[in-house]
T-cell receptor, first 113, second 120 residues
Framework: EPEVTQTPSHQVTQMGQEVILRCVPI?????FYWYRQILGQKVEFLVS????????KSEIFDDQFSVERPDGSNFTLKIRSTKLEDSAMYFC???????????FGNGTRLTVT | AQKVTQAQTEISVVEKEDVTLDCVYE???????LFWYKQPPSGELVFLIR??????QNEISGRYSWNFQKSTSSFNFTITASQVVDSAVYFC?????????????????FGKGTLLTVNP
């Protein structure tokens, strides 16, 4: 069964550094998302991406965040200047049309030191 | 605003017991979806079920069953004859459509999750 893949599984970075989290959504999916889960807390919506543009973003998704679909397969989340509070598990998700469920990747654990 | 409440923070049962995880939601949308996801200790989010707000039929899948009651805004999840492998955090989630795309593009509002521990 096709799945959403995320790399790396764990990323450690220093405060102030830029990080790029990578995702390969399921190939025929049209809608892409990033969610975040701070350790021990609930999963929170960050951003939705459709037709090569952001369709909605949450309050968390400030100017330090950006998303891109650089080619036909990858979907990336960039954090320009990481802060300690950006430490979390970041989940990529995608879905097709016709009310299909969101399929999540296994997540990237980001640790900012 | 959308809201999902999972009042049970932690539940501990002994193997083979039945267990019900509660989920209550709030929304102003007339059309929405409800979901349950499982998050095992390894951390991934595993999709379990999605229900359309127009479909109140209960669903059974093996040892899992779901009870959707629109009148009480609840979507409870029951595991029958629980097993140690069922130990995980279970999240209930509610969708909100983002675009006029027939509901294809939506965001999920998650509850805080219920940590289920099944002891041998």
């Amino acid at each position: 069964e096709p799945e959403v893949t995320q790399t790396p599984s764990h990323q450690v970075t220093q405060m102030g550094q830029e990080v790029i989290l990578r995702c390969v959504p399921i190939s025929n999916h049209l809608y892409f998302y990033w969610y975040r889960q701070i350790l021990g807390q609930k999963v929170e919506f960050l951003v939705s991406f459709y037709n090569n543009e952001i369709s909605e973003k949450s309050e968390i998704f400030d100017d330090q965040f950006s998303v891109e679909r650089p080619d036909g397969s990858n979907f990336t989340l960039k954090i320009r200047s990481t802060k300690l509070e950006d430490s979390a598990m970041y989940f990529c998700a995608s879905n097709y049309r016709g009310n299909s469920p969101l399929h999540f990747g296994n997540g990237t654990r980001l640790t900012v030191t | 605003a959308q809201k999902v409440t999972q009042a049970q923070t932690e539940i501990s049962v002994v193997e083979k017991e039945d267990v019900t995880l509660d989920c209550v939601y709030e929304t102003r949308d007339t059309t929405y979806y409800l979901f349950w996801y499982k998050q095992p200790p390894s951390g991934e989010l595993v999709f379990l079920i999605r229900r359309n707000s127009f479909d109140e039929q209960n669903e059974i899948s093996g040892r899992y069953s779901w009870n959707f009651q629109k009148s009480t805004s609840s979507f409870n999840f029951t595991i029958t004859a629980s097993q140690v492998v069922d130990s995980a955090v279970y999240f209930c989630a509610l969708s909100e459509s983002l675009l006029n795309s027939g509901g294809s593009n939506y965001k999920l509002t998650f509850g805080k999750g219920t940590l289920l521990t099944v002891n041998p």
